[in-house]
């Protein structure tokens, strides 16, 4: 062939070969002797094309290629390699039967071969680098739903595991004074980074083995996560990018559980601080109260609970749930509280009390429908006065009795728009002993059931409380009642009871106020449930002995005084008795009146069952009196 | 505290003594209840309507007993079983010689 015939079959971009029927190479352009570096001279005539190709090549020939071409009479775009200078060539053979040849075009799948695997790069990094932001999404997730400092550590060492394809971690966190502390999840605690991957700054970088991402917060180096690669053949290598950016996620993370754990821990001090004040000392009645902050221990809530004196022997308890939570909750408490005590007072009343509150609220937003209940209990007579602004009622423990709800006094909550002008109120007549229960909602209220039948639950807990000392009895009494922790609200019970006292009084030895001191005594005997005939008894031996005191120990001397003081020994026994001891600074004389003094003495021994006299310091007189028949 | 003068049957001088009668008010309440048996032919107490009653109501009754008796005057006392003053008078003794259920008693027990 000329030269300028051999041009397209020299220039083609394809190797062409011409082949006789058995394979024989009989002719190959310039193209294909270039690719397999021999000459045409050693392959003419002499060597078939299956020899120039790979050794499996060759075999697919002669397995598979020649017998098609046999039958189908061509075969198309066939990957096989072709032994080149230089090793082996990636191409495609189509060849078809001509007569007693075979033509065959070869070209180069180089190229073709670069660009799928490329492809198929590119798809396994681009499913990687999704699986990567879904890796970074769910971790960002779980460090913004974490609660404090300790609850991010626990979603990060769970995401390193779970999330970012780590076999185990261990963090460092920098504590209050930047040293490190640590937990970890899947190894026992690794050790401490070397200080110049510390020193690095802001990367993931790799750290004997193990990468170590750095937490950085606005202000500094939160603390270091430590991963260690897991060593499966399916694993992923841990990858930089996506660990830095949990790093910083982490860091502000942290940065702002610690601002939430600064701000909730205000409130708590708050509220505790609020809540912490002394109740007043009287022997007439005992109170006690118990605060359970909510389950998520963070939450601060606005329940509260006071106990003071409103005036003079009147005893003010109150218990009141502020509506909302944290810092402003616990603020508003605050104030809700104090106002109470500068509300309440001499004359005053919980109707009265609850109506001036409301206007109170008026000004303080934030305790706007706020509840309460209110009850006064003038400590002499045992009469309670109470009040309910949409508070759950007070529960009345009595000896032997059922509890009863005091349902009466009831109104709706502080600063609602729909509410009485003026705040109704209801009075209940205690006998010693009774105890008064109140709280919030949080101890009783449960999505799952109605109020009445937590009001019933809380009320069957009280059963045989009676004699248990009130602070284990207000302690078991709540625990039981929070024992299924499905109340995330916070809790406030305050348990009062009223004893009475004992009756202690001071009397002008001229004797002004016997008669009006004969009657608060008779009224204290009858509040103790002292049997009516056994009071009056006794109201005429203790004026006996007041009357003979002043006569004769002090002579009448409006100067001088008398001491008055009868209590109830042994009030829940059989031995139950009542004592009055009647004491003056004189010495009772002998002499004129004798015959008559005793006549008094006559009389006070018939009425009751004792009677000693001490004259060694003054003298006191100690009557007895047994209250069982 | 007052004692009240009733011209009662039978020419029976009545004295009712009501309210506290303690050591702070016998006193007077003696004083007045004394003179007013005075010229009186006998004289019934009544302290059916006391709400208290102690020992100086004790020496009230005794005083007017001994002035009656010196006036050649018959003395008796309304004090009715259950009454404030009947639990004093008989708690000394006094009860069973000179208390009275009721006026008709006293004026059958002084005639």
């Known amino acids: ?629 | 505290m007052t004692v009240e003068r009733v011209e009662g049957p039978a020419g029976i001088t009545l004295l009712r003594i009501g309210g506290e009668v303690d050591i702070v008010s016998a006193g007077p309440l003696t004083d007045a209840a004394t003179a007013a048996t005075v010229g009186a032919r006998a004289v019934v107490l009544d302290l059916s309507t006391v709400t208290f009653f102690d020992s100086a109501g004790v020496r009230l009754v005794d005083r007017l007993a001994r002035a009656c008796d010196r006036n050649g005057a018959g003395f008796r006392v309304l004090a009715p079983t259950g009454g404030r003053a009947r639990r004093v008078l008989d708690l000394v003794g006094m009860g069973e010689v000179l208390a009275c259920e009721d006026l008709d008693a006293a004026v059958v027990a002084l005639q």
């Open chain 1, 1 to 629: 062939m000329s030269a300028a015939a051999d041009a397209p079959w020299d220039d083609a971009p394809c190797g062409l070969v011409t082949l006789a029927r058995d394979g024989t190479v009989l002719a190959a352009n310039r193209v294909l002797w270039e690719w397999t570096g021999r000459a045409a001279d050693d392959v003419v005539g002499k060597v078939p094309l299956s020899a120039l190709l790979s050794v499996g090549g060759r075999i697919y020939w002669e397995t598979h290629l020649a017998p098609l071409l046999e039958v189908e009479g061509r075969v198309d775009e066939v990957a096989v390699e072709l032994r080149v200078r230089d090793g082996r060539l990636p191409v495609l053979l189509t060849a078809v039967v001509g007569g007693d040849r075979v033509h065959a075009a070869i070209s180069s799948a180089r190229d073709r071969m670069s660009y799928e695997r490329e492809l198929l790069a590119a798809r396994v990094a681009a499913e990687r680098a999704s699986g990567q932001l879904q890796a970074l999404q769910a971790t960002t997730a779980a460090l913004s739903r974490a609660l404090g400092v300790a609850g991010v550590a626990q979603a990060l060492l769970a995401a390193a595991v779970d999330q970012l394809g780590a076999a185990a971690a261990t963090l460092w966190l920098a504590d209050e004074e930047a040293r490190l502390v640590h937990g970890a999840t899947g190894e026992p605690p690794a050790g401490l980074p070397s200080s110049g991957v510390l020193l690095r700054g802001e990367s993931a970088a790799p750290d004997g083995g193990r990468t170590v991402v750095p937490l950085q917060g606005q202000s500094g180096l939160r603390g270091v996560l430590s991963l260690a690669p897991r060593t499966d053949a399916a694993a992923d290598p841990l990858d930089a990018e996506v660990l830095t950016a949990v790093g910083q996620q982490a860091g502000l993370a942290l940065d702002r559980a610690q601002l939430y754990e600064q701000s909730a821990n205000v409130a708590r001090e708050l509220q505790h601080s609020l809540l912490a004040g002394e109740p007043p000392v009287d022997e007439r009645f005992s109170v006690a109260t118990v605060y359970r902050p909510g389950v998520e221990l963070l939450e601060v809530g606005g329940d509260f609970y006071d106990v003071f004196l409103a005036a003079e022997g009147l005893l003010a308890v109150v218990v009141g749930d502020v509506v909302g939570r944290g810092l402003g909750a616990a603020s508003a408490m605050g104030q809700l509280r104090s106002a109470v005590r500068a509300v309440a007072g001499p004359g005053v009343g919980p109707g009265r009390l609850l109506t001036r509150l409301d206007r109170f609220v008026e000004q303080v937003e934030t305790a706007g429908m706020s509840t309460l209940a209110y009850a006064e209990l003038d400590l002499a007579t045992g009469v309670l006065r109470y009040a309910c602004a949409g508070h759950p009622p007070p529960l009345l423990l009595r000896t032997g009795q059922d509890a009863e709800l005091l349902w009466e006094g009831r109104s709706t909550p502080l600063g609602a728009f729909v509410r009485p002008l003026e705040r109704s109120e209801a009075e209940v007549q205690l006998t010693p002993g009774d105890r008064l229960l109140l709280c919030t909602d949080g101890l009783f209220e449960r999505r799952d059931r109605e109020i009445d039948e937590g009001l019933a639950l809380v009320a069957q807990a009280t059963e045989g409380s009676h004699g248990v000392p009130l602070d284990e009895a207000v302690r078991s009494l709540t625990s039981r009642l929070l024992a299924d922790e499905s109340t995330r609200d916070d809790v406030c019970v305050l348990l009062l009871q009223w004893t009475a006292g004992d009756f202690d009084r001071h009397l002008s030895a001229d004797l002004t106020g016997l008669s009006a001191l004969r009657h608060d005594l008779a009224a204290w005997l009858v509040a103790q449930d002292v049997a009516p005939g056994i009071a009056e008894d006794l109201v005429l031996a203790t004026s006996e002995a007041l009357a003979n005191a002043a006569e004769h120990g002090s002579g009448l001397h409006p100067g001088e005084q008398v001491h008055l003081r009868v209590r109830l020994a042994d009030a829940a026994h059989e031995t139950a008795e009542v004592v009055v001891q009647v004491a003056d600074r004189g010495r009772w004389r002998t002499g004129a009146s004798s015959h008559e003094r005793g006549r008094g003495l006559t009389i006070i021994g018939a009425l009751v069952d004792d009677v000693t006299v001490d004259d060694r310091d003054g003298t006191r007189v100690v009557l007895r009196k047994r209250l069982a028949p």
